[in-house]
């Protein structure tokens, strides 16, 4: 780690100059599930909060313990406690009267193609499939891997692993085969489930070929449950009798009654992989109780959940973690309807999901900044053709937002009565951890806040000391809490030095701080705004810039639409500050002095210090299938390197369309 937060605070007092504030609406407010006493009686005994709130799920067994912390980092939580997450997901309100309910209001990619699935038939579903993986070989402890499209089936299969005990490990239906081999390896998974293909931009993508490629690299594999979507044909080898099965056979012809067993509060959940900052990628562990205590109070805190009036939509795949805990297991503890989407936001055209949120009523939106300030290239006609007034709440997640994408989400799909969360948390943390509270707090465009009831964090200096408001740090949670991650699948000695060895209980006391590995600055306020992974901190002359604030003040350029910055090596200066913009289409290729007129821009917003080296037109920018930017392969860009390794991009032709632009900017 080459950075030292202590040079930053005379760089960020120039920064973000952010003095837009929206106060919650007035019956919201008087309605909210949480309230600003919260934060206060949690930080009381913040254990004993998390155990008021272990009381929204049923456990079959209370716990003993609520917090072991015997063995730091290795923490406990609700000890001796048994529950079945799938019970809680789907059973339990059934049972409750709530049968009928719609769990799932599905939206496949072609056009009039749903269906609606009530609690009652989800747990038909789900314990089917429970049924089947058992007469397929899995039983409790066993690992099984999930290659699927947003489909109905690939919820059932989550909960059905979760009902019988068996960590799922969900790997992203745009991963390589290469991808999916290496973490059925990892976790060694000894079950696939998948499906033929699925729906992208009105053609059928095959997924199971992957899977069968997969199975060249690993032999772990011993049965690939098949769900039908597409119907397209697999070929004659895409096919193996020992091997294959069908999911309408198995799933479909096995019994509806499935009595689901209570499992101790650390039995392990899932698996989700994630990168880190070395190549590979680490398996991060989450376990049953505290996850779902975490997922669960978290959807119902954040979006003030009404789950008998709201309509929910979190547009994350469920190859995310976003999509566990914000589609799956929070939402689904907590007995909302919610839609899922199959598609991509453009097919069959531009206003896809703006029609989906009139024609459910959608409630709570939530979604990343990346397709926030897509659709804000498109510009807001878009939007305004459909009729959005049942909207009451908005969330961001994923990266930061910059403050010009946080007012036109507000403003445009908001209506501007919306109050936005920009919610931050990570795979690792398991639900949000730093978060508005619609209800309680005044929303500053850019920042996330505080953390939430129950969660500790703080920004720190090198030594670990909290930095005095106005000044930038290390973002690390001081505390630990329930839905923690409990190590990396198979290599406890990496989960600590990845998290624990940066600012360790001989340094900071008490039982070490969790490193989130990102840079954070707290404002005059004391609010918390994250400024993005460390490692995209750059240093210019000896001062410390975020690659976001400089995006940001790109953003608010009228002509810009997205932007990524990153840091070159530059013989003068250590690091330079290279950009990379897209224009908003109404500014057509934005005239020859655009670039000036950029740098120009960025002078003023920030000050001379950040003014960009070099700016580059782009017509697009390297993303993962999550929305995250690459700011790697733009490193190589920048530095003229060729340009490295590329499989994890959403779509890996981006980078030829950058390099062959290179010609325009300067
Ligand atoms: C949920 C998720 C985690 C990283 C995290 C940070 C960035 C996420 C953010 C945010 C600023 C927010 N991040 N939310 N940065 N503001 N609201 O995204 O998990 O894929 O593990 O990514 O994403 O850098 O460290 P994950």
């Known amino acids: 780690m080459t950075t030292d937060p202590s040079s930053t605070s005379e760089t960020l007092a120039n920064l973000s100059r952010e003095d837009r504030r929206f106060e919650p609406p007035a019956d919201l407010a008087a309605n909210a599930n949480v309230t600003a006493d919260a934060y206060e009686h949690a930080a009381k005994d913040r254990v004993a909060f998390w155990a008021e709130q272990a009381e929204r799920l049923s456990w079959a067994e209370r716990w003993d313990t609520v917090l072991d912390d015997s063995k730091p980092p290795f923490f406990k939580w609700f ?11 789907v059973d339990r309100h059934v049972g409750a009267g709530r049968g009928d309910k719609v769990a799932l209001h599905w939206v496949g990619e072609p056009e009039g193609d749903t269906r609606d699935i009530t609690y009652a038939q989800l747990k038909d579903e789900v314990s089917q ?16 891997a999930i290659y699927m499209p947003m489909i109905p089936e690939a919820i059932v299969a989550m909960l059905a692993c979760a009902r019988i005990g068996a960590p799922h490990t969900v790997v992203f239906g745009g991963f390589s085969a290469d991808a999916l081999a290496s973490r059925i390896d990892d976790c060694q998974a000894k079950v696939v489930i998948t499906s033929d293909g699925g729906y992208r ?52 012809s096995a019994s509806t009654e499935h009595t689901p067993e209570a499992f101790d509060a650390e039995h392990p959940l899932y698996v989700m992989y994630t990168s880190g900052s070395t190549g590979k990628p680490k398996g991060i562990l989450h376990t049953t109780g505290g996850y779902l205590v975490g997922a669960s109070y978290t959807h119902h805190a954040v979006f003030d959940l009404k789950a008998d009036d709201d309509v929910y939509w979190c547009t994350a795949d ?5 999509g566990h805990s914000y589609i799956v297991y929070g939402p689904l503890a907590n007995g909302v309807t919610q839609v899922l989407y199959e598609g991509t936001p453009d097919s069959p055209e531009r206003g896809r999901w703006w029609q989906i949120i009139e024609q459910y009523g959608v409630t709570i939106f939530y979604t990343a900044p990346t397709a926030i300030r897509s659709f804000m290239k498109q510009g807001a006609e878009i939007p305004e053709r459909s009729d959005m007034s049942s909207l009451r709440i908005l969330g961001s997640v994923g990266e930061p937002i910059n403050p010009e994408a946080y007012i036109w989400y507000r403003k445009v799909i908001g209506g501007d009565r919306t109050p936005v969360v920009d919610t931050w948390w990570q795979t690792e943390t398991g639900a949000i951890m730093i ?8 929303g500053k465009p850019g920042s996330a806040m505080t953390a939430i009831p129950g969660v500790a964090a703080d920004v720190v200096d090198d030594e670990g000391n909290p930095v005095p408001n106005g000044s930038g740090g290390y973002l690390v949670v001081t505390a630990p809490w329930p839905s923690m991650l409990r190590t990396l699948w198979g290599d406890d000695d990496r989960y600590v030095d990845t998290y624990w060895s940066r600012f360790p209980a001989s340094k900071v006391g008490g039982m070490g701080y969790y490193f989130a590995g990102d840079g954070a600055k707290k404002d005059e306020d004391g609010d918390i705004w ?10 210019v002359s000896g001062h410390r810039l975020s690659t976001t604030e400089i995006e940001s003040a790109l953003v608010s350029h009228p002509k810009v639409a997205e932007a990524a910055v990153v840091g070159a090596t530059d013989e003068d200066t250590g690091q330079a500050v290279c950009a990379f913009v897209i224009l908003r289409e109404e500014a057509g290729d934005g005239g020859e002095d655009i670039v000036q007129e950029l740098r120009g821009h960025v002078r003023k917003e920030i000050g001379p210090i950040a003014t960009p080296r070099q700016i580059m037109i782009v017509p697009e920018l390297p993303k993962t299938r999550s929305g995250k930017i690459m700011r790697r392969l733009l490193r190589d860009v920048a530095e003229h390197r060729e340009v490295g390794d590329v499989t994890t991009l959403a779509d890996s032709s981006v980078m030829d369309l950058i390099s062959k632009g290179m010609g325009s900017g300067s």
Do not use: F
Request: some cysteine.
């Open 530 to 539: 994250v400024l993005g992974r460390v490692d995209d901190v750059m240093n």
């Open 129 to 144: 499939a429970a049924n089947a993986l058992t007469e397929l070989g899995v039983a409790a402890g066993d690992r099984v």
């Open 318 to 322: 469920i190859g995310w973690v976003t």
């Open 79 to 89: 000890t001796g406690g048994k529950l079945n997450a799938a019970y809680n997901c």
């Open 201 to 252: 931009r009105g053609t059928p993508s095959a997924l199971k070929p992957a899977v069968d490629e997969a199975r060249t690299k690993t032999d772990r594999v011993e049965k690939v449950l098949v769900v039908r979507r597409t119907g397209q044909d697999l070929g004659e080898d895409g096919w193996d009798d020992d091997v294959d099965v069908w999911w309408h056979d198995v799933v479909g």
């Open 435 to 442: 978060s508005p509270l619609p209800g309680v707090t005044a």
